[in-house]
Structure formats: C-alpha cells, structure tokens
C-alpha cells in the first residue's frame, strides 16, 4: 500500500498534536522530517494517509502508540562533549565544592539518548574520586532514555571524548558492536535517566547545584518557554547555576536569574 503525502490540514494536526504533547512549536518547514519520521507507523498499521494515524492517535485506544509518535517527534542529535564551556564551567565548580559533604547534584534536563549526562558524569568522576555525587536525565522520549541506561554510542558520537575519558571510561565494542563505544558500567550506574514532560509538572527529582537545559528551548514559544524556565529553575538551589545552549538567552524569559557568562545563569541565594 502506498502512503499519500501529508496534506497541509493533517500537518497541521500534527503540529497541534506534538504543541500539546511537548510544549513544541513545529516550523511549517518540518513536513518532511514528520513524514519521515511516522511513515514507518503508517506502514505497521497498515494506512494509507497521514489523517488515518492522527485518528488512530486521538481516538485514545492506543497510549503506547501515542508515546511512540511523541518519541519520534521530539528526537534531537547530540553528542559528548557539546559546547565544551560549560563543562569547562561544571569543572570549576565541582573542584570549589569538593570539601562539602552533601552530594554534588547535576540535571540534564532534556538528555536524549544521554551523552550530555555521561559527559557529565565523566567530569564529576575525574574531578570528585570518592565524593559523593548524582546526575539525572530526564527526557520526554522514552525510547531516547532506553537507549541512554544502555549507554552503548557510535564511536562518531563520541568524537569529541578526551582521549584520557576513552580510556577510563568507555569500552571500544568488538564484532557485532565494532564501531562502537560502551560507558563503562560504573560510570552508567551513577546517572539516572527518568521519563520527565517539561511542559507539565514534573517528577519529584530534588533540588540540584547545576541544571543543563540546552538547544531545546528553540523548540518553545516565548509563553511555553517562560512556563518551563520556572519550573526547572524551582529545582534549582539558591546560588545553583543554569546552562542553556549558546545560540540561547533567558533574557527575555526570566529576570529571576543573574549572567555569569553568556549561556550561563546563577539563581540568586
């Protein structure tokens, strides 16, 4: 059976739908990445038009099958090591925390399939050996954090790993998994990832020193974001820092909060 092209009405669904799901505001120019992305669904069912799966979605039979297109819809590429500065910066303050006694505590807000919070959990591990610290990922995907508990990458996505953390904390993968890397247990067994919604209340995670919600909030609009930014910033300590992507501001989001350095806040405490 082929599948028609989506029409502009059954796009616009799927932009209400995704709006709903996930607070995100899908450009018109992302038609074809819907196609692509729920086409495969189209065919597991056996349907021929686009309008037939939004029916299926929203007539309220199929709750897995709901989490399936959200997840499909919201997958972001990432990698180790991204905007390095502000690991460079998560450094600085966990060797100026290193003499306290409770744990230090990082979020990676919107993970994905992981790398931000295994790169995280790198730096925590080479900078605090013996002290007690925690990282959470959280993701609306969650498909995203299966992959993520595995920790199992491409060695492409790890191309920016310190050759000092491939070593200490990545396993090289042989036959089936030649071309790929593994988080060392240890290192996986530190971080939890948890099924989380920024865009609706959230799970009782704590509060944290450091919360990393990068490259995601282009995906918002200024209402949605405004709604998020609170929400994470009521996980934050006084004096915890926020790290958003370069290419983003909480300048016109939130006044709450004080640069430190561009992409970087201190929530005041």
């Known amino acids: 059976m082929s599948i028609k092209p989506i029409t502009d009405t059954e796009f616009a669904q799927f932009q209400r739908f995704i709006f709903d799901a996930a607070g995100i505001s ?3 120019a992302k038609k074809a990445l819907v196609m692509g992305r729920l086409s495969k669904r189209l065919v597991y069912y056996d349907l021929d038009s686009f309008g037939k799966y939004f029916q299926l979605l929203a007539a309220g039979r199929y709750p897995k099958e709901v989490q399936i297109a959200v997840d499909l819809l ?10 390095n500065k502000h690991f460079e910066f998560l450094r600085t303050q966990a060797l100026a925390a290193r003499g306290r006694s409770q744990p230090y505590r990082v979020w990676s807000a919107a993970s994905s399939s992981g790398e931000e919070a295994y790169t995280i959990a790198m730096v925590l591990a080479d900078v605090m050996p013996g002290l007690p610290w925690d990282i959470v990922g959280t993701d609306i995907s969650s498909r995203m954090l299966e992959g993520a508990r595995r920790g ?3 060695l492409e996505r790890g191309r ?3 050759m000092a ?11 089936e998994y030649d071309g790929h890397l593994l988080i060392d247990r240890n290192l996986r067994n530190r971080v939890s990832f948890v099924h989380a919604n920024l865009n609706a209340p959230l799970p009782e995670l704590g ?6 919600l990068r490259n ?3 995906y918002f609009n200024l209402e949605t974001k ?11 300590k006084p004096g915890g820092y926020f790290c958003v992507g370069h290419s983003e501001s909480l300048s016109d989001i939130t006044q709450t909060v004080q640069v430190v350095a561009p992409s970087i806040y201190r929530k005041p405490g």
């Open 26 to 28: 899908m450009a018109d």
């Open 74 to 83: 919201t997958t972001n590429e990432t990698y180790f090591f991204r905007e």
């Open 152 to 154: 199992l990458y491409t």
């Open 160 to 162: 920016h790993i310190p």
């Open 165 to 175: 953390y491939l070593q200490r904390f990545c396993h090289k993968g042989t036959q």
């Open 207 to 212: 509060k944290f020193d450091m919360v990393f």
């Open 216 to 218: 995601v909030m282009i």
């Open 226 to 236: 405004r709604e998020v930014v609170a929400r994470v910033l009521a996980a934050l």
